[in-house]
């Protein structure tokens, strides 16, 4: 069983930053990526930004050069570091692990979600 928690969030003025973090934990698994995505009223879930075991990332085309993904030395935990917010960047964000099971198979864990509010 794998476990995702999420932390951070909150309202912020346009412009302005705010830090997500997210850890994932349980036992005999290892990470194929982990990632940001964000859910706007009325709007599908869409992927913000991740990184994959290598280092390697990807992000969304509307928050490159603004959106910074990084993890901590154990490689569950990431983190999004997010600047220069526009009103635009608010949704519910969620965290998503992307894990490899021992039985081989892979599958999606994801994290509680947390607000994140733009005020213009």
């Known amino acids: 069983q794998v476990q995702v928690v999420q932390s951070g969030g909150g309202v912020v003025q346009a412009g302005g930053s705010l830090r997500l973090s997210c850890t994932a934990s349980?036992?005999?698994?290892?990470?194929?990526?982990m990632g940001w995505y964000r859910q706007a009223p009325g709007k599908q879930r869409e992927l913000v930004a991740a990184?994959?075991?290598?280092?390697?990332?990807n992000y969304a085309d509307s928050v490159k050069g603004r959106f910074t993904i990084s993890r901590a030395n154990a490689k569950n935990t990431v983190y999004l570091q997010m600047n220069s917010l526009k009103p635009e960047d608010t949704a519910v964000y969620y965290c998503?692990?992307?894990?490899?099971?021992?039985?081989?198979?892979?599958?999606?864990?994801w994290g509680q979600g947390t607000q994140v509010t733009v005020s213009s």
């Open positions: 349980g036992s005999a698994f290892s990470i194929n990526a």
């Open positions: 998503n692990a992307d894990v490899l099971l021992p039985t081989l198979a892979t599958r999606d864990y």
């Open positions: 990184m994959r075991p290598s280092g390697s990332t």
